[in-house]
């Protein structure tokens, strides 16, 4: 995912906000640096909350107070696509599997939630057959059936009118796009969707036409929670869903504030995810991210709902007096530059590695706020959470190890192997709406000056990432040879984050996400044996294979394994950082003191 999705289709995280970096979704890995303020059982300090519990309780009770920056861009779980949307969803929707609400990368792992266990898996895994729970029912007391939790599913088909949410489950279950969605289905319980059969109230069996090895994660996001037909408002469900979790909607105001209370037809012993600690959950939005970190350092509220991190201003002032309230997670996302290889002169893979080489990649960690707020130096593409990451370990570049300064005499040995020794002439594309983005170009055009390298800096409307950089012809056109983005996961693997930048078939002519125009024979082909694979070893073993091609191509510069500091309230309890949604604070058993 990109902090601003190029296409509806995949991950559409965050809305032009200036102040804030990047809007998460699923998977990260916790940081490190702890300090002695916080001992084993959570007590209050520095990183006490990161990968661990801090201030434990199973008090009810209370209003757990959200502030936000900005407001989602769905609160239809069909829709939605911002990753604190998905953490948040979890309190009014509930889904077959969902992650485990443990901190780190337990949180990561798929465990049951409406049916009883994970699936039964038969047919070459391409059979996934689910039991529902007993006691599971909707906000009006009517239990969830099978049908409830296909037709949710079957939304995802309904694009002309639901998009913008992840669309796995569809290219999965449907890849020849045979089913028009439940809105023009002619069947009379607009059920038709014959890749989903639900032979009674409480069994679902999915028949995949070809075996995934991830679909199970996709089952768990909350793309796939039930829907009740009857209770479908279409386009504008989002402004009120109807709840199957311990919560419900009382109000909603658009870019203004949300207030949730408990759904008096939930019931605790159906449900082994949710604590449902508070009485009440609100949410306010604000318009300057400044003025919520002072409202959060006052402790007017408990929390940031983005979860990217403190405006620099709010950072500094936390750091200073109230560092026992911060967690520094590593984000889960790669902050990178990508080189188009039909951009010339990138199109020769040594122009490229001079361009890596010529970096200040300290400089670059800088830019992006430093060790702390900005994250470890990048040495490759894989994040830490995704299985198969090596993090600072796999280093084909030296950039660890030369401490992150510029290699001047290899960038300048790439120069003369690409017939360029006196340098060439480049344009970096990067979005107006990311200060921090452009002070990473600007670095970067400053430290590539020096072995030769001339780059002139585009800034383009943020808001129209799709058409400008998501257009290959547009790029080629208009000779950006050099791109500034990032990506993190919709789920922790390699499919869940490389598949729509690094193979072949994603490359689209509008909305594409495959900015170095790859197009391997031997990544594609790793990417098809990844999700036939159904050995979790051999699967981590491809995962890393896939990097190491991708990076032996020298079509990216990574800046850094991204890092955010993030507030909680000292009245919060249950507070832990969970690589099942990139580092963010899991939302779903929060109290308050």
């Not at 009440?280 to 979860?307: C, S």
């Not at 170009?441 to 808001?463: M, N, R």
């Not at 990574?558 to 309890?573: A, D, H, Q």
């Amino acid at each position: 995912m990109t902090t601003q999705r190029t296409t509806g289709r995949r991950k559409q995280a965050a809305a032009a906000v200036a102040v804030v970096a990047a809007l998460l979704t699923t998977a990260a890995c916790g940081g490190s640096g702890d300090d002695k303020s916080g001992d084993k059982q959570g007590a209050a300090g520095f990183n006490a909350g990161n990968n661990k519990v801090a201030n434990a309780s199973a008090k009810k009770g209370g209003t757990l107070k959200f502030a936000g920056a900005q407001d989602a861009d769905s609160w239809d779980t069909t829709r939605g696509y911002y990753g604190f949307a998905w953490n948040f969803m979890r309190y009014y929707s509930r889904q077959l599997v969902t992650n485990q609400t443990q901190p780190g990368a337990e949180g990561a792992k798929v465990t049951p939630d409406l049916a009883t266990s994970t699936a039964k898996v038969t047919d070459d895994g391409k059979t996934y057959t689910y039991t529902l729970r007993d006691g599971v029912s909707w906000e009006d007391g009517k239990p969830i059936t099978s049908k409830d939790v296909k037709y949710g599913i079957e939304r995802v088909w309904a694009q002309d009118v639901l998009s913008g949410g992840p669309v796995y489950l569809k290219d999965v279950l449907d890849p020849k796009g045979a089913y028009a969605g439940p809105y023009k289905d002619k069947s009379a319980d607009h059920l038709g969707l014959k890749a989903i059969s639900t032979p009674d109230d409480k069994t679902i069996v999915f028949h995949l036409p070809a075996a995934n090895s991830d679909f199970e994660e996709m089952l768990a996001l909350t793309s796939a929670s039930p829907i009740r037909a009857d209770m479908d408002t279409k386009s504008k469900y989002g402004l009120h869903p109807f709840s199957s979790g311990p919560y419900k909607f009382k109000s909603y105001t658009p870019n203004k504030a949300i207030v949730l209370e408990r759904n008096t037809n939930w019931k605790q012993s159906s449900d082994p995810i949710r604590k449902a600690l508070p009485d009440q959950i609100t949410v306010n939005f604000f318009t300057n991210a400044n003025d919520m970190d002072q409202r959060l350092i006052n402790g007017d509220y408990d929390l940031d709902i983005g979860q990217t991190g403190m405006s620099p201003q709010g950072r500094t002032i936390a750091l200073k007096q109230h560092k026992g309230n911060l967690d520094n997670p590593v984000s889960g996302y790669v902050r990178y530059a990508v080189m188009p290889k039909t951009v010339a002169p990138f199109d020769n893979e040594h122009c490229r590695k001079a361009v890596i080489y010529g970096a200040d990649h300290k400089s670059l960690q800088t830019a992006r706020g430093g060790p702390i707020a900005g994250g470890d130096i990048g040495t490759n593409m894989l994040p830490p959470s995704v299985p198969g990451a090596e993090g600072q370990k796999y280093d084909p570049y030296g950039t660890a190890a030369n401490d992150g300064a510029a290699n001047i005499a290899k960038a300048k040995e790439e120069l003369k192997a690409c017939g360029k020794p006196t340098g060439f002439k480049t344009t970096i594309a990067v979005r107006n709406n990311k200060p921090v983005e452009v002070a990473t170009a600007e670095s970067l055009q400053a430290s590539l000056k020096k072995v030769g390298i001339t780059v002139d800096i585009e800034q383009y409307d943020g808001a129209q990432t799709a058409g400008i950089i998501g257009s290959p012809s547009n790029v080629k056109k208009k000779g950006f040879g050099i791109i500034i983005m990032g990506w993190g996961p919709d789920f922790p693997t390699v499919q869940g984050f490389g598949l729509p930048l690094w193979d072949g078939k994603y490359i689209l002519d509008s909305g594409n996400n495959n900015f170095g125009m790859i197009d391997d024979k031997t990544i594609n082909g790793l990417f098809d044996s990844y999700v036939k694979e159904l050995d979790a070893a051999k699967k981590v073993s491809i995962s890393t294979e896939i990097n190491h091609k991708v990076m032996e191509g020298g079509y990216y510069l990574p800046f850094v394994f991204e890092k955010f500091i993030n507030w909680r309230s000292t009245r919060l309890t249950n507070v832990y950082t969970t690589d099942g949604y990139s580092g963010q604070y899991d939302f779903v058993n929060l109290g308050v003191k």
